[in-house]
C-alpha cells in the first residue's frame, strides 16, 4: 500500500524571535514617530486591544477573533472553503521609495472578485536579492532606476462557494518570474490555514535559480534590521482590520469578528512560544 503525503501542518511564526528583532531595530534606530510610546521598551504592548499590524502577537489575536467569527458562521464546517492568494507586480515597490496603497488594491480586489464570498488580508514579502526597477526622476535620462530591494504587498485569505473565473483571473497580473494571479488551495487543516492567513513581515525571501532554469524562494530570517525599522516606520500606523476586508458572506463574519475584538479578548493573552492560542477562547470585556 502506498503512503498518502500530506503537507505539514502550519503552526505559525515564531513570535519571540520577531519581537527580538523589532526591539533591536528600534533601539538602533530610534522609535518611528508614527508608532506609541509604550513600543519603545515593549513593541507587543497591549497586542490583543490594538491589533497593530507591526506588533509581534498582533497578527495572532486578530486571527483569535477572526477564528470565533468564522466558527459562529459554521464556515469552518464548510467542505469548499479553501485559501486564495492574490499576486500583482503592479503593487510593487522598491525600499528606497514607498508607494504602498492599500486602497487602491483593495478596490481592484473587491471589483474583480464581485460576486464571491471571502475574508482577505494583505501581506507583504521582502525579496532580498530582487531589485525593484522603476520610472526615473524627472529630467534624467536614464531609461529606469534602482529603487532598492522588492517590496511586494500582496493579498491571503479564505474564500468559500464559487472560485474565480478564468476571466476573473485574468484582471491580477500575477508575481515575480511569472508566478500565476490567483492562487486557490482547499483547505486540509483549518488551524494551519486560519494561522497563514494574516501574518507580518517578521522575515524576507531569497530568490534562487534551479537547476532546470525555474526560479524557488528560500527563507531570509535574518532580514536586516534597516528593513525591519523601514516596514515599522511606514505600517505601525496601521492596525490589522484596517487591512482586511471581505465581500459576500464573509462581510458579515468580518463584522463578527471586529464586534468581538471589541467586546472580549483572548482567553491566553501571554503566549509562551510561536503557536497562536486559537483554543484558548475568549473573556469578555469588562464594562467602562
Not at 530610534?30 to 491589533?51: S, V
Not at 459554521?74 to 503592479?90: A, K
Not at 492599500?102 to 472578485?113: F, G, H, N, T
Not at 522575515?203 to 534562487?208: E, I, L, N, T
Amino acid at each position: 500500500m502506498g503512503v498518502v503525503m500530506t503537507k505539514p501542518v502550519y503552526l505559525g511564526y515564531d513570535i519571540p524571535a520577531y519581537h527580538e528583532r523589532l526591539r533591536k531595530a528600534i533601539s538602533r534606530y530610534g522609535l518611528p514617530t508614527a508608532a506609541p510610546r509604550a513600543w519603545l521598551r515593549h513593541p507587543d504592548f497591549q497586542a490583543w486591544n490594538y491589533l497593530g499590524y507591526m506588533q509581534p502577537s498582533g497578527a495572532m489575536y486578530w486571527q483569535c477573533y477572526l477564528f470565533a467569527a468564522l466558527q459562529a458562521a459554521g464556515i469552518d464546517q464548510r467542505p469548499d472553503l479553501s485559501t486564495i492568494t492574490i499576486l500583482d507586480h503592479r503593487w510593487h515597490f522598491g525600499e528606497c521609495l514607498w508607494n504602498f496603497a492599500p486602497r487602491k488594491i483593495e478596490y481592484q480586489v473587491r471589483r474583480a472578485l464581485l460576486g464571491l464570498n471571502y475574508i482577505v488580508v494583505i501581506e507583504f514579502e521582502i525579496f532580498r536579492n530582487v531589485r525593484y526597477f522603476g520610472p526615473p526622476p524627472p529630467g534624467s535620462v536614464a531609461a529606469h532606476q534602482d529603487y532598492g530591494r522588492t517590496i511586494a504587498p500582496h493579498i491571503q485569505g479564505l474564500i468559500w462557494g464559487k472560485w474565480p473565473s478564468r476571466r476573473q483571473r485574468a484582471l491580477f497580473a500575477g508575481g515575480l518570474f511569472g508566478a500565476s494571479g490567483i492562487q486557490v488551495e482547499n483547505v486540509y487543516d483549518l488551524m494551519g490555514a486560519q494561522r497563514y492567513v494574516g501574518k507580518p513581515p517578521y522575515r524576507g525571501r531569497s530568490v534562487y535559480q534551479r537547476l532546470n532554469g525555474t526560479f524557488g524562494r528560500r527563507p531570509w530570517p535574518d532580514m536586516s534590521l534597516t528593513l525591519h525599522h523601514l516596514l515599522l516606520s511606514n505600517l505601525s500606523r496601521f492596525c490589522w482590520p484596517e487591512l482586511t476586508f471581505a465581500s459576500g458572506e464573509g462581510s458579515a463574519i468580518l463584522a463578527d469578528a471586529k464586534r468581538i475584538w471589541r467586546d472580549y479578548t483572548p482567553g491566553s493573552t501571554h503566549p509562551t512560544d510561536h503557536r497562536p492560542p486559537l483554543f484558548s477562547g475568549l473573556v469578555k470585556r469588562p464594562h467602562r
